[in-house]
């Protein structure tokens, strides 16, 4: 049952995508990942294999794709934004490496989790391995800001998974505590990977802020629906099965927004099946019923709209062009996608 | 049962230290101390407590040291030296944070390891902060060339982390694999925090190759005697028990010497004990008498010796001063070291 709703903004089968996105940054994405090929690459075989195999699973790539975008809007003619996007997508790939081991993950991307194939150690040490060359390729392009914003997302994104990880299995989290967990863990990398464009293309303050802001916010609607997402999308167009978060005692949006809307009797289920991690049969199916029945899902995706206007709003300074329309249509696509 | 050399270019009575060391770098220390309190700070409460534990569990600090005194041996008169030192030992922390969940181990510093406490998830991601936390630092200081230094050291200690790995509990390692592996995961952050004192300072090409060369072979001597401690230091000096490698599996070079030396009994017991970690009573007994047999812990100290000469000579261009005598002696006290 995939969460399906209306497009607002759009005529009727003019559903937006990002096709547009992938149209306008296809050269330069085409050099971003013979880039990431290329940095891979180590004596040591097995970093390759770990690496190519998350890699090479295919995501869609939507983090070095917003910062060539982001450098297009910008007017930006250098080559540095290549290197910037490649470094992007290995802080991403690092952060997903070490992410299964904190989650001990079985799967990613609908494949088996580096992780169960070369163990912990390799998961470890191989997304060390990609923040070094993230960093090797921000420091070869010469730009300190850039250095400076890319640096200082490592650090706010490995707060939000503590963070996380703090308030994971409470129950009582609450939508602010939740918020600042996403922000972190998910959200500043898309701010600093919209940021960057600009900033390498010399342009003015308030249009890197606008960009930081688009990310941000992007960022916030993406991972908001990435959780409702866990309790509604099909088990294989997600890659993963159905109410994974669930099973994992991970308090999202979701979970939040029903445990306090509920009464005694849920609020008791919800304990006992996330805090102390105690899940039986047809235990997930009751889990979406109460979500369901006090439209927290819905209501996830809902606050996942507010940010992506605000997201759309950043970039109303810009003049209109195909780079800014396409920016526009991601976020339509990040807050309606099904998978 | 340490071993313990004889001091062969210092009269009896004047064993080197690194007192002289400590003592030419303790205004700086102080800074790099404050600067790593305050760099460990987060709102998120358990970032702090779980770097504290670990950094305040004291090592020597050598590697932050090393910066400074090859900073000042360069004549440099500025700010950066501070902040480079501090990211040199947050890199080192991360390090360490990492490869306990790598090795599994349940000690540190001769204190409980932090994901024993924290869990596995938090020393993942603390160490990912104080890797972020260390470039930023870099960052600050402004330069390039520093930060491209730092930043290929951290691809090269994850290589040899994960070179570690591949070669774990294979008993026919050789040495030039086994040299391989700790010139990757601990001589190169020692050059890398050397190189980067002179590089600050602006200095020739030819003094910051000397202050890496240095700084390297400093590293793989400290590495070498640190693997010949594991089988003779005394428990409480060394902070764990001493066949703590043995019985992780580790392939270290006395080891390895032992392994090609050894009979075929002999080496029967080592692939039970290493390969297949089938360890009973008396197998650290065992293991430790048949090293001394083949001398394999007495050579190990003797190849450290080797490189603490290479690292001496390096430093030959430099005219004679205090620094440079400190870190002449900071050689033989990596060497002679008992523990």
């Given amino acids: 049952m995939g969460v ?36 891979t690459g180590s004596r040591v075989t097995m970093i390759p294999e770990v690496a190519n195999h998350l890699i090479s699973s295919g995501g869609k790539r939507l983090r070095p794709m917003l910062t060539l975008a982001t450098a297009a809007l910008s007017g930006y003619g250098g080559e540095g934004h290549v290197r910037l996007a490649a470094a992007v997508e290995f802080m991403h790939t690092a952060t ?24 912990n150690e390799a998961s470890v040490l191989v997304g060390d391995f990609l923040l070094g060359q993230a960093f090797k390729m921000m420091v070869e392009t010469g730009s300190m800001t850039a250095l400076d914003i890319l640096s200082s997302a490592a650090t ?42 600009p900033v390498i293309a010399d342009r003015p303050k308030a249009e890197q802020a ?36 669930f099973r994992e005692g991970k308090i999202t949006l979701p979970i939040v927004l029903a445990f306090r809307r509920g009464d005694e009797a849920e609020r008791a289920f919800w304990r006992r099946s996330l805090e102390t991690g105690e899940i039986g049969d047809g235990d997930v199916e009751r889990a979406i019923a109460i979500l369901r029945r006090h439209r927290a899902i819905e209501d996830t995706i ?22 800014k329309g396409a920016l526009l249509d991601t976020v339509e696509f990040c807050v309606s996608r099904t998978h």
Same sequence: chains 1, 2.
């Fill in 4 to 39: 399906v709703l209306p497009f607002e903004d759009k005529a009727p089968g003019t559903a937006a995508g990002i096709d547009d996105l992938v149209r306008l940054v296809k050269a330069d994405m085409a050099r971003v990942n013979a880039l990431i090929l290329s940095r």
């Fill in 302 to 323: 809902e606050r996942a709209r507010h940010y992506g206007k605000i997201a759309c709003d950043a970039l109303a300074l810009f003049p209109n062009s195909a780079h």
């Fill in 96 to 119: 997903l490496l070490h992410d299964d081991v904190v989650d001990a993950s079985t799967m990613r991307r609908g494949k088996i989790a580096a992780r169960m194939m070369w163990g």
């Fill in 210 to 245: 606008a960009c930081r802001s688009y990310g941000m916010n992007l960022g916030i609607a993406f991972q908001l629906v990435d959780d409702a997402l866990d309790y509604g999308g099909s088990a294989s167009a997600l890659g993963k099965n159905v109410g994974d978060d």
């Fill in 156 to 197: 706010v994104i490995a707060e939000g998974e503590v963070l996380q990880l703090s308030a994971a299995k409470n129950v009582e989290t609450n939508e602010d505590e939740y918020m600042a967990v996403i922000r972190g863990k998910t959200a500043e990398l898309f701010a600093a990977a919209c940021e960057v464009g």
